[in-house]
Nanobody, 117 residues
Framework: EVQLVESGGGLVQPGGSLRLSCAASGFTFGNYDMSWVRQAPGKGPEWVSVINSGGGSIYYRDSVKGRFTISRDNAKNTLYLQMNSLKPEDTAVYRC??????????WGQGAQVTVSS
């Protein structure tokens, strides 16, 4: 059974940092591209970042470039998202997906990230 479990969300002040993790199981993690997507209240899901299976190709949506860093540890079956210089507009539920962005075939349950003073 494919499982994706996020952790590391929380409440942070503007300008702060958080690191999300996504623990994967039930499939050969290193064979798949992985993504982070987010959904803000009242909005549809949007892709945030994608990393290919080997970690050599990485993509970010424009609004997070220079602030967020996606990475993966294939030996630990874990995907990460380091988020720095957080803004209130980054507030959302963040979910990891197997595959490309919102087209991923499996999604985690999500981690709430709230940026507020």
């Amino acid at each position: 059974e494919v499982q994706l479990v996020e952790s590391g969300g929380g409440l942070v002040q503007p300008g702060g940092s958080l690191r999300l993790s996504c623990a994967a199981s039930g499939f050969t993690f290193g064979n798949y591209d992985m993504s982070w997507v987010r959904q803000a209240p009242g909005k549809g899901p949007e892709w945030v970042s994608v990393i290919n299976s080997g970690g050599g190709s990485i993509y970010y949506r424009d609004s997070v470039k220079g602030r967020f860093t996606i990475s993966r540890d294939n030996a630990k079956n874990t995907l990460y998202l380091q988020m720095n210089s957080l803004k209130p507009e980054d507030t959302a539920v963040y979910r990891c997906t197997r595959g490309w962005g919102t087209s991923g075939d499996y999604w985690g349950q999500g981690a709430q990230v709230t940026v507020s003073s």
